[in-house]
């Protein structure tokens, strides 16, 4: 008989890739892809039932509040979604021995780094989204061992919306565009992301723990953009601009690209180059 898994925020983008990747394949196990309307993340009771019916080997947690901006005026609902909802779900994993993989993020740093982030450097977030996500990492690592916590960064794909998205969507009404240029990481491919998962899952490897995952490279917002429209073969004025030129309500670091040797090494497995991961996401599209 097959043992459950369940995808919390199967309908975001990264639930969404998720549930392409395995879905009309023969997989090792069930998976149960869970939408807002399915489960209220928040409310522990529901979340326990869901457990107590599926008895999940493991869970899968890509729901968060992601709305950077407005996270810095909305202080309940953020943390009571990326802390104390997840303080409750790693209750519910370790009451059930279900290991969690819990999604999280490169602005739980400072952005003040110019070397790859590794998962041991300290975290020090300058927005209060960042704060929350760091939060829900600490409350895990408290209260259990079997997790595996995935930062990630700049995620976009052929579902939900994204940068990608955005880029190509304005281009249909503009022919110039600004864009930052001194904020540096990793554009990630979420079907890439999506995949990995699967694999370490289907690995069934006990190397529980923080891990950093993008696409391998470096790009700024401004060569993330100009590369969307030279492989979706748009003319578009592309401007670099510094982030001084865009007043935001939550800061932003300036620098988040993540070393991803744990991850390589543990997985034994080569990451595609964000280039050739957004030509393929492009030509999809």
């Known amino acids: 008989m097959k043992r459950n898994i369940i995808v919390i925020g199967g309908s975001g983008q990264l639930g969404q890739c998720l549930n392409e990747v395995v879905s009309g394949k023969e997989q090792l196990f069930n998976y149960l892809f869970l939408s807002k309307s ?18 999940p080997l493991y869970c899968i947690n890509c729901a968060a509040y992601t709305a950077v901006d407005q996270a810095e005026d909305d202080l309940d609902r953020v943390f009571e979604i990326n802390e104390f909802a997840v303080k409750r779900l790693a209750e519910i994993c370790l009451v059930h021995q279900t290991t969690l ?24 977030p300058v927005n209060v989204y960042g704060l929350s996500k760091l939060k829900g990492e600490q409350e895990i690592q408290e209260i259990m061992d079997s997790y595996y916590i995935i930062r990630t960064s700049w995620l976009y794909s052929e579902k939900a919306n994204n940068f990608v998205k955005t880029m190509l969507k304005l281009a249909q009404s503009k022919d110039q565009l600004s864009v930052i240029y001194d904020q540096v990481g990793t554009p990630t491919y979420a079907m890439d992301l999506a995949r990995m998962i699967v694999q370490l899952i289907q690995k069934e490897t006990k190397n529980f723990g923080v891990y950093h995952y993008s696409n391998e490279g470096v790009a700024s917002w401004y060569d993330f953009a100009k590369a969307v429209f030279e492989f979706a073969e748009v003319d578009m004025t592309v401007l670099p601009v510094p982030s001084s030129a865009f007043v935001t309500r939550a800061k932003r670091p300036h620098y988040s690209v993540m070393d991803k040797t744990k991850i390589k090494a543990v997985m034994g497995i080569e990451i595609p180059y964000w280039r050739d991961s957004l030509n393929f996401c492009i030509q999809n599209l």
């Open 38 to 55: 399915d489960l209220d993340f928040i409310n522990a009771e529901d979340v326990a039932k869901l457990f107590e019916a599926h008895k």
């Open 101 to 124: 993989i819990h999604i999280s993020t490169d602005f739980v740093f400072d952005g003040n780094s110019n070397i790859p982030l590794k998962e041991e450097m300290p975290a020090s």
